[in-house]
């Protein structure tokens, strides 16, 4: 199994928003909506932010929006903010009963 | 809700690791729980989960065979033992609730150094 493809780096001004894409294919991304989205700082762990591809777990900022098209999931960050500076990883079920997960995706805010 | 999980290890190549992760806030065998790791630099990749209820076990097909999930008599930790190990099972290793969603909760993670 090959990792999901994520840009490797993405950036915006304050109160800018920003995408992230995660293409897979059918047997994950593309097969199922069961893509979620974690957010992680440098040595923390990760956090999850976005569920079955658009749900949103308590308490966490709906400024984090989460679509599918596809073999292509996105995740979208509106009103950037300092704070979510941050690693972003995106993880898919795959249909052997196992998760799958993308490569990450650096998000700066300038 | 918190994820707790044993100290760093450090082993010999060709040696076994024994991790555990214990719940805090919630009754551990409500869920199932997932092993997840994260090498230097690498991808996250997922090792395996097991339904703590009933013990039913699911392992990645890339650790099948070499990764064992299991749970004590309790039911209030779970352990991963990895064996065999190599300097590329360097990595910090997460265990993380998997309730209405995947991986909903983490642990700390744990350092395995293999040298």
């Known amino acids: 199994q090959s990792a999901l493809t994520q840009p490797a780096s993405v950036s915006g001004s304050p109160g800018q928003s920003v995408t992230i894409s995660c293409t897979g294919t059918s047997s994950d991304v593309g097969g199922y909506n069961y893509v979620s989205w974690y957010q992680q700082y440098p040595g923390k762990a990760p956090k999850l932010i976005i569920y079955?591809?658009?749900k949103w777990p308590s308490g966490v900022s709906t400024r984090f929006s989460g679509s599918k098209s596809g073999n292509t999931a996105s995740l979208r960050i509106s009103g950037l903010q300092d704070e979510d500076e941050a690693d972003y990883y995106c993880?898919?079920?795959?249909?052997?009963?196992?998760?799958?997960f993308g490569g990450g995706t650096k998000v700066t805010v300038l | 809700v918190h994820l707790l999980q044993s100290g760093a290890e450090v082993k010999r190549p060709g040696a076994s690791v024994k991790l555990s992760c214990q719940a805090s806030g919630y009754t551990l065998s409500s869920h199932s729980l997932s092993w997840v790791r994260q090498a230097p630099g690498q991808v996250f990749e997922w090792l395996g989960g097991i339904s703590v209820y009933n013990g039913k076990t699911t392992y990645g097909p890339k650790f099948q065979g070499r990764v064992t999930v299991t749970t004590d008599t309790p039911r209030t930790t779970v352990y991963l033992e990895v064996s065999n190990l190599t300097p590329d099972d360097t990595a910090v290793y997460y265990c993380?609730?998997?309730?209405?969603?995947?991986?909903?909760?983490w642990g700390p993670g744990t350092l395995v150094t293999v040298s």
């Open positions: 079955d591809v658009t």
């Open positions: 993380g609730r998997d309730s209405d969603a995947p991986l909903d909760v």
């Open positions: 993880c898919s079920y795959v249909d052997t009963n196992t998760l799958l």
